[in-house]
């Protein structure tokens, strides 16, 4: 297992995190603390959670099954969902972000949150309101890091912008949907996370399942997984070639004699600014596969036929500026202007 720093902070993370959705959903307190067990043995010290998953179950399942061990994890939670039905149980707001936190804190039996994130875009509260409270939580110690996850490029720059010039807390660490299908934010948001020094953690690095081997091209629906009780992959955000990219992979794996989750998540892994990928799992069976995708590199070839099938069409303004350096070059060889 490799570990890697987050973003420009000192935490060190290891690349694969274990994600927690599936604890209270499919998987019971029994399974829970094998997978745990498992990712701690293979090197994992990351563990993803939410206090929307499950309504809070996760987080207390993930509390119990570290237990004594919860010295060698770093525990990363998330707050924006509703956790009650009063207007002021979700959302961004001192006033829940303040009850939030000290509900997760009871849930994962510790006194302090190594990363929180905003779950997601709360237009009703003004930023620099949820980065004071923030910066309050790291202040007072309950908090040791923090992040976002799902923002826009724009709102992720006016949030650093805003923490350095009200010198409250920055974020390290950006939680979006990345993976061989959904390369979207290779367009903005790779470039703003390398310029503030903000560690990229993807979630849904196998979309859903839909990379993980299980399924072919045409095919939609497998018996015994997520798939059948539909709340697999998010079709709606997939590149639109997603049936040849999936051939692609499963071509490569077999050359690689790898599953094809370790190649897809391997590739996730490989890409410039990835802190860590979430990984989630039913079982600890199902786990042990997909460790294996830490501590090797994709073979160069192997990795560019993966780029090469799964890169995103060229959009303005890049598209049109792209070649603008070169234009420069040759005009001040030749003395033409560039138009």
């Not at 303005?316 to 070649?323: H, I, L, V």
Request: with cysteine; glycine share 8%; charged share 25%.
């Amino acid at each position: 297992m490799d570990y890697r720093r987050m973003g420009l902070s000192g935490l060190k993370v290891s690349e694969i995190c274990l994600g927690t959705m599936t604890f209270g959903h499919g998987t019971d307190d029994a399974e829970a603390a094998r997978i745990v067990s498992t990712a701690l043995d293979a090197g994992v010290m990351f563990f993803d959670t939410a206090n929307g998953y499950s309504n809070g179950a996760s987080e207390t399942m993930l509390g119990r099954a570290l237990g004594k061990r919860r010295r060698e994890a770093v525990i990363a939670t998330k707050v924006f969902n509703p956790m009650g039905p009063g207007p002021n149980d979700s959302g961004m707001s001192r006033a829940h972000i303040m009850q939030a936190v000290e509900d997760s804190l009871g849930r994962l039996g510790t006194d302090y949150l190594d990363l929180y994130y905003i779950h997601h875009v709360d237009v009703q509260t003004p930023l620099e309101e949820m980065l004071r409270v923030f910066d309050d939580l790291v202040r007072q110690g309950k908090v040791r890091y923090t992040g976002c996850s799902n923002y826009e490029a724009w709102r992720l720059m006016e949030a650093m912008w805003l923490s350095d010039a009200k010198s409250l807390a920055r974020f390290v660490a950006y939680q979006p949907q990345y993976s061989l299908v959904v390369r979207d934010i290779e367009e903005e948001l790779v470039p703003a996370c390398a310029l503030k020094g903000v560690g990229i953690v993807a979630w849904a690095p196998l979309a859903g399942g839909y990379l993980a081997g299980k399924y072919k091209p045409g095919l939609r629906n497998v018996a015994g997984t997520r798939s059948a009780e539909n709340w697999a992959f998010p079709t709606r955000f997939f590149h639109a070639d997603h049936e040849a990219i999936l051939g692609e992979l499963l071509a490569v794996a077999r050359e690689l004699e790898r599953s094809p989750a370790q190649v897809a998540v391997r590739w996730l892994l490989d890409q410039p600014q990835v802190a860590s990928a979430i990984v989630g799992a039913r079982t600890a069976a199902q786990l042990g596969d997909t460790l294996a995708a830490a501590g090797w590199r994709l073979p160069e070839a192997a990795r560019a036929r993966l780029d090469k099938v799964s890169a995103l069409p060229r959009r303005f303004p890049r598209a049109m500026e792209d070649s603008m350096v070169e234009r420069r070059d040759q005009a001040i060889k030749t003395g033409r202007r560039p138009t």
